[in-house]
């Protein structure tokens, strides 16, 4: 059974040059893009930081307090591809946040690593200090090379998710109906909450893409998946 890291090692061979993520932020105006190849690269210095910088192991916990963005999905694949468990709650030997949460996990960056990310365009460094411990996924990334191969890989049994498999997840993924294969998904639905999961792994495993979007504004999805040309969810076809 295939593995999160097999099956976007998949899509790399196929198409690596399509889109797989394109975010947006109706209350910004931030657009980014990300082809397989880029989005690739960036779960593999996240990889490398979460291992070789943080000392995380496989089997070990990642609790993903993100807002809906674009690096939501790259720390799932990273977390996934060092056979890391993805939980939205505590215990957790290890917290990536955002801006809003920092204050509340930064204390606890004596016990274990916390990494934050400042959600500025391009991934960029917290323009403040951030509280002692604290890791800047902006600083600390750049560092880490594109490439990443874990001296321990998860196999299809290890959880993805709590009582879910890898291999339980990719199936689900592949049997289901947000999208047809090679569809492409609006979603306005944090990808790293629970039910909002599949938003991004059903989109890659069907050789798909997912157009995600921040702070949705109703007056302008339909102008959004007019210009992204998306095949299913809210205002697609509008």
Not at 20 to 37: I, K, N, P, Q
Not at 53 to 78: N, Y
């Amino acid at each position: 059974m295939p593995t999160f890291a097999s099956v976007l090692a998949d899509q790399l061979r196929r198409d690596p040059g399509r889109p797989l993520v394109t975010f947006y932020d109706h209350a910004t105006g931030e657009r980014v893009e990300l082809s397989v190849t880029t989005y690739a690269n960036w779960v593999a210095k996240v990889s490398g930081l979460l291992v070789d910088e943080c000392g995380l192991e496989r089997g070990m916990r990642l609790r993903v307090d993100l807002p809906t963005h674009w690096l939501g999905p790259v720390f799932l694949g990273a977390a996934w591809t060092t056979g890391l468990v993805v939980v939205d709650g505590e215990p957790a030997d290890a917290v990536v946040c955002g801006p809003a949460t920092v204050a509340e996990h930064g204390p606890t960056a004596g016990d274990r690593p916390v990494l934050a990310c400042s959600l500025l365009p391009l991934g960029v460094r917290f323009a403040d200090p951030l509280p002692p411990g604290v890791l800047d996924v902006g600083v600390e990334v750049w560092g880490q090379p594109d490439a990443f191969a874990p001296w321990d890989p998860p196999t299809d049994d290890d959880e993805a998710l709590p009582g879910t498999s890898q291999a339980q997840l990719v199936a689900t993924a592949a049997a289901g109906s947000l999208l047809t294969d090679g569809g492409r998904l609006l979603a306005v639905t944090n990808p790293t909450s629970p039910s909002g999961v599949v938003t991004f792994t059903e989109p890659l495993v069907r050789g798909g893409s997912v157009v995600l979007v921040a702070h949705p504004d109703p007056d302008r999805l339909a102008v959004t998946a007019r210009d992204e040309r998306v095949t299913a969810g809210p205002a697609a076809g509008a």
